[in-house]
């Protein structure tokens, strides 16, 4: 007989256990039978107890399971838990967005209002200054408006 590697969903492997699981209780039952009796009661009682574990840990499974899937420990602790503390998260990812989005629009405020601002400056030197009309037409003219003013 060859070793095949067979991948199985996990449908597929709950059967595959519960089939194992009924044929160790089929040949336990069977083995059972030729036992005395405080041994068979002692077996009962250790095969409840395990089933009884075994309940417990999909119990705490299922729970660790919903609470991932949920807003997390922090948030509960923070909060508190249920629909009615979803709000709070939705708040605390929209308030990042928002303070980006006013930093920009104060940026452009401020960076516009100084592009007026020497635009200003700049048409009222122009205006002030004694230039005869060729000198606009000069092309040295765009040089003495680029250079810094003191």
């Known amino acids: ?85 979803d709000w709070w998260l939705k708040l605390a990812s929209i308030l990042p967005i928002l303070a980006l989005v006013a930093g920009f629009v104060l940026i452009g405020h401020g960076h516009t209002k100084a592009q007026i601002s020497t635009a200003a400056e700049i048409d009222a030197d122009l205006l002030a200054d004694d230039l005869p009309p060729a000198a606009y037409s000069d092309p040295g003219f765009v040089e003495f408006l680029k250079a810094p003013r003191d």
């Open 1 to 85: 007989m060859k070793n095949q590697n067979i991948t199985l969903s996990a449908g597929g492997l709950e059967a595959l256990q519960a089939r194992f699981a009924l044929r160790v209780t089929a040949g336990l039952t069977e083995a059972s039978r030729e036992l005395p009796h405080d041994i068979t009661e002692r077996l009962k009682a250790a095969r409840e107890q395990a089933l009884e574990r075994a309940r417990l840990a999909r119990r705490v499974e299922s729970a660790s399971h919903v609470q991932a899937s949920g807003s997390g420990p922090v948030a509960s602790l923070l909060w508190g838990a249920g629909p009615r503390s």
